[in-house]
């Protein structure tokens, strides 16, 4: 098959590309690539999604009184990591996990980095997942953020750049692993050849670091799930499974005298660990949102003695808002006396005026976006906008300037990905999963989710917006 | 570490709704051979699915296609196998973490099989049997799947408490059906008119293999009911039901939780010391009306007991 696109389909860094040819990393996968026809990588492509379609990775999209089970598009062809590329990553995603969890704590109690002038205190007043209720809690360990995504690009000077922290419930985990899985099942010698580092440990990691936020011997710990609707549930299942520990829903706790236990067979049973994949707003009526049916009331109660332990921590959405989001390298410097090893993408505050004309002038080069949404809504892409949406994010801007942030456009790194029968470019990014231990120990295992822009020229890489996703492959 | 109620209640209705699409499956299979074999109607020969499975109306001159696709395909239809196989599959997804992936996989592709659109067409053009045949096989597939990657603990019991109470009723429900098509005249009745509920209870080759004398109702009857060996029989479901509910209640060492092991202790010993010298239609019915009313109560009981959260 024609393994090589042609040049000018190249915009900005190819993962497997140069001018000048493969980029070493992948000249075995490429020499693989090359012996194999089209039909061979459609059957391996049409394996991979009954892989899928089979284990039940899968969500419901609901019409006609019908429930159709879809999958998450998969591109079979690998994205390539060097060792001395990941090592990079590590590094740069544990120094920002650890600045973060001291501004969590510190935001919380003393506010010091406030009070010496580093971030402003009406940015952290103004953000809505500044949770009053958490100021002066102690959590286990001092530890806020156990489970992180934070998402990375690669842009055309070939820099890995921080894009955004997803600290309260990062999902896509399980992809990162299954992903895996298939290509164990479609490319069992290339994964061998390529000297691939493994991902599968990263459920043990998971456990230990929940295990070590109780000071119980043998805690009992649960994965709490909205239930089977939630698009993530079968990550949650993934997870219990793999943990070997319940899978629960807010119906199956109850507090009893600030003591959370789950409903058996057996009578009810204390619980000391949760991993929950509920959303603060939603994970205790009597506190937040008081019409959530996901939640367990008086959990917050027993959370706040401490007698159950919340993985992640409540209010950590203060230390992912995208507006805090500028004030990150400031941090590594105010916590950890270090430069920023991966830097941020430049970002424009639209509540400062000077950066809110320049935007508004420049609009057709920026990426605007909502400060308090993810997953790819309440975003413009300036370049393909129609005037309309353009003229209406505007008003919304003035409107709500805290609201927005802005950034220009950069071209992500792009990966061949098998469409229409031959290899077309299709941008991406990379989320690794970090862990945070008890006494501040950060794991990763090496690899993440890389996800796609399947439409071409698309830059928007979010499942919900039709993206899909690779094998992360580190290789030595 | 005990199950959540909520979990445990997933298990039971789980096997629950696999138990009665297979029998279903079962039915309607021997149904549709019945429909060539014999100079009924085509509606006719598939009474024993529409009056056990479906309480919707069939004309006479409904396509066999038409029919197939209500008990198999229909979304409408509570019992068809598609609903059934989707309430079955929405169990084993809220009980993920504790079922085998081998089972949640087996499940999910006949999930996945019964939602395709190539079904609806092959039952519509004359390739019935290939459907029917496909989901045989693969309830039996699926049963050994459970078998063979199930640990043994509370899950099981839990799975197989919800198993055989709807294996109970079945044999009850189907057994009643042709005893009611005869009048329940016991005299009545030859081995071909009782061989499509023998198909259907798995128990055709087992009872010719111990056929004794002539006539053959009264000892399909006593064979249906009371043989302990074979394994769809009253007596056998409600051992197996009186063996995996025990353990779970006994966990239970409530006071309650002796009188409920009582009741289902009482409902076995009913059957198992039944004098069945006694056999005829009227002593039949009234047995199964007991054997029914006693698992009803018993289910309610011990639903309350033990998942009453």
């Known amino acids: 098959m024609r393994t090589v696109y042609p040049i000018e389909t190249l915009t900005g860094w190819d993962e497997m590309f140069t001018a000048e040819g493969v980029r070493e ?7 693989t690539l090359e012996n194999l026809t089209i039909e061979d990588l459609k059957l391996k492509h049409v394996q991979a999604s009954d892989f899928f379609m089979n284990n039940g990775i899968t969500f419901t999209v609901y019409s006609d009184n019908e429930g159709i089970e879809r999958i998450f598009p ?8 060097t060792r001395e590329e990941w090592q990079h990553i590590e ?4 120094q920002r996990l650890t600045a973060l969890n001291r501004f969590l704590k510190d935001v919380y109690h003393d506010q010091q980095i406030i009070k010496d002038g580093i971030i402003p205190g009406e940015l952290i007043e103004s953000c809505p997942h500044f949770l009053k209720e958490m100021i002066g809690v102690n959590v286990p360990h001092d530890v806020y953020v156990h489970i992180s995504g934070i998402d990375l690009i690669r842009g055309a000077d070939g820099v890995f750049y921080i894009l955004e922290d997803n600290l309260r419930t990062p999902s896509g985990v399980s992809y990162m692993l299954e992903n895996r899985e298939v290509t164990k099942r479609i490319l069992p010698e290339s994964l061998y050849q390529n000297k691939v580092n493994g991902v599968s440990h990263y459920p043990l990691f998971l456990q230990q670091i929940m295990q070590d936020m109780s000071d119980k011997e043998a805690p009992t710990m649960v994965v709490l799930t909205p239930g089977v609707y939630n698009s993530a549930y079968y990550e949650h299942t993934f997870l219990a499974k793999q943990m070997g520990v319940p899978l629960v829903e807010g119906r199956d706790l109850v507090v009893q005298n600030d003591m959370v236990y789950m409903k058996t067979t057996g009578g009810l049973e204390q619980v000391d660990v949760i991993y929950r994949r509920i959303d603060d707003e939603f994970i205790d009526p009597l506190v937040f949102r008081s019409d959530s049916m996901l939640g367990v009331p008086g959990i917050m109660q027993a959370y706040k003695k ?3 332990c919340l993985v992640n921590a409540v209010g950590n959405g203060v230390a992912d808002d995208k507006a805090v989001y500028v004030y990150v390298p400031d941090m590594i410097r105010y916590y950890l006396n270090e430069e920023p090893i991966l830097p941020n993408v430049p970002t424009y505050r639209l509540e400062n005026e000077g950066d809110r004309l320049y935007v508004f002038e ?9 400060t308090n949404q993810s997953g790819g809504y309440g975003m413009l892409m300036g370049p393909s906008a129609t005037d309309e949406e353009v003229e209406k994010c505007i008003a919304a801007v003035k409107k709500s300037p805290r609201s927005f942030i802005a950034q220009p456009v950069i071209t992500l790194s792009t990966v061949p990905c098998l469409i229409d029968g031959k290899l077309q470019p299709r941008h991406v990014d990379l989320r690794p999963y970090a862990l945070c231990g008890a006494n501040g120990d950060i794991k990763i295992v090496p690899g993440g989710l890389t996800r796609v822009a399947l439409k071409e020229g698309s830059l928007v890489v979010n499942s919900s917006q039709g993206g899909g996703s690779k094998d992360t492959w580190v290789i030595d | 570490m005990r199950l959540l109620s909520r979990v445990a209640d997933n298990m039971l209705w789980l096997n629950r709704y696999v138990e009665r699409a297979s029998c279903l499956v079962r039915v309607l299979r021997n149904s549709y051979i019945l429909s060539f074999d014999l100079g009924l109607s085509k509606s006719k020969s598939f009474d024993a699915a529409n009056d056990i499975f479906y309480s919707g109306f069939l004309s006479e001159d409904t396509e066999i296609g038409t029919l197939l696709n209500t008990f198999i395909t229909d979304n409408y239809n509570p019992n068809s196998v598609r609903v059934l196989l989707g309430k079955a599959r929405e169990n084993a997804r809220a009980s993920q973490d504790k079922i ?7 499940l999910n592709s006949l999930y996945h099989y019964i939602n395709s659109p190539a079904v609806i067409e092959q039952l519509k053009n004359g390739e019935a049997m290939k459907v029917l045949d496909y989901l045989h096989n693969q309830f039996f597939l699926y049963y050994g799947v459970l078998d063979t990657t199930m640990a043994r603990g509370e899950a099981w019991e839990f799975l197989n408490t919800g198993k055989y109470i709807e294996r109970s009723i079945l044999t009850i429900d189907i057994t009643e059906w042709y005893l009611k098509d005869l009048n329940y005249d016991l005299n009545e009745g030859n081995v071909v008119y009782w061989r499509p509920m023998l198909l259907a209870l798995t128990g055709y080759e087992q009872y010719l293999k111990g056929i004794k004398h002539t006539p053959h109702t009264p000892q399909i009857i006593d064979f249906v009911l009371f043989n302990k060996y074979f394994n769809h029989s009253l007596i056998y479901s409600v051992t197996r039901l009186h063996r995996y509910s025990k353990n779970i209640i006994l966990q239970n060492s409530s006071v309650q939780g002796q009188s409920v092991v009582k ?7 009913n059957i198992e010391f039944y004098d069945n010298s006694k056999l005829c239609g009227e002593t039949v019915t009234e047995l199964l009306n007991n054997a029914r009313k006693q698992i009803w109560n018993y289910y309610d009981d011990f639903y309350k007991l033990i998942l009453g959260y």
């Not at chain 1, 990393?25 to 020499?31: D, E, L, Q």
């Not at chain 1, 590094?91 to 544990?94: D, E, F, H, L, R």
């Not at chain 1, 420049?362 to 909502?370: C, G, L, P, W």
Request: glycine share 4%; net charge positive; hydrophobic share 40%.
């Open chain 1, 362 to 370: 420049n609009i057709r080069k920026m990426v605007v976006k909502e």
């Open chain 1, 306 to 308: 401490g007698n159950v």
């Open chain 1, 25 to 31: 990393r992948y000249n075995r996968i490429m020499a």
């Open chain 1, 91 to 94: 590094a740069g995603i544990k």
């Open chain 1, 74 to 81: 998969f591109d079979i062809i690998p994205r390539i990591i």
């Open chain 2, 100 to 106: 085998s992936k081998e089972v949640w996989e087996q």
């Open chain 2, 263 to 269: 009741q289902v202790e009482r409902l076995k010993s």
